[in-house]
């Protein structure tokens, strides 16, 4: 258990810790304070996370993060060290330490009137996180803006990463220190405000897909209401997977559920993620039942 590929215990959930689609991260280019690790290397019998408290020059100590918090000193180019699948060799990194006060950057990947998506590459540079367009300097509202901000990189979704406090960068900024943002840009049709729209997954049986790919009469929805406006796309999922996606008309609210009004073309779309609902049919903290969940596949044709 030395080379980069091969077989590793995964530490025990700890606050913080990421649920494994956000955990295979590729490994930091640079050392900094409250970055975890978890060594593949250790002969000790109790192996646990490392949080990294101190950086100096070429030499990092790490403390244990369990009752005893021994600490460990290690050297900057060890732990930095990652294989040609671009993770750790010796120590794989597996993100943050919640807190809210990170100085880090971010990119523009989208900029609607209202809303816009920015990739904080040092939290995930494959993932988007979605703020007010308001809260962005007004020079620096387009894709591929770069912003020095403040955000929690230790969060375990999107939504609480919450970056903030922005700014434009240091005139010494490289943006090459970070890794390369792999989301996506807007499709060309669809630059007129999709950050502001907020597409859905829609819960269905088989049966109701079927009639709302074709249909005038929309979807009916009990529990919760979808945060969804006309002009988003509703994305129908049945059978263990979403089939594809029509746009929404309206939203109507009706005394015991909710309409969603669904029209133009059938778009069959086949979308790489494993979508589905929480156990508990919650999401976002909300109480009671609810048949959909937010989501972004502006990728899917």
Known sequence: ???????????????????????????????????????????????????????????????????????????????????????????????????????????????????????????????????????????????????????DLGADAGARVQPHAFAPVAATFDPARHHAVTVPAPEPGDADGAADRGDVVLFLSQAALDDAATGTDGVYLTGHPPRVRPGARAYLHAGGAVQGWRAVRAVRPLPSGTRVVLGGPWRPAAVDADVKLPPSAVVSGRHGQQSWIPCDFRGAP
């Not at 244990?64 to 060290?81: M, N, P």
């Not at 809210?100 to 609607?112: L, R």
Request: aromatic content about 8%; overall charge positive; glycine content about 8%.
């Open 1 to 151: 258990m030395g080379a980069s590929g091969s077989a590793w215990i995964k530490p025990k959930k700890r606050r913080g810790l990421r649920a494994e689609p956000l955990s295979n991260l590729p490994h930091p280019r640079f050392a900094r304070e409250g970055q975890r690790y978890y060594p593949l290397t250790s002969r000790a019998a109790n192996v646990v996370t490392l949080k990294l408290v101190r950086a100096v020059a070429d030499r990092c100590e790490l403390k244990r993060e369990d009752s005893d918090e021994r600490r460990v000193r290690v050297t900057t180019e060890r732990l930095l060290q990652a294989g040609q699948d671009g993770l750790g060799v010796h120590y794989r990194f597996v993100g943050f330490a919640p807190r809210s006060g990170y100085a880090t950057h971010a990119v523009v990947v989208e900029a609607g009137a209202s809303f816009a998506r920015l990739v904080v590459p040092e939290w995930h540079p494959g993932l988007s996180v979605p703020v007010a367009t308001g809260s962005l300097p007004r020079e620096l509202r387009a894709p591929g803006a770069w912003l020095a901000c403040r955000a």
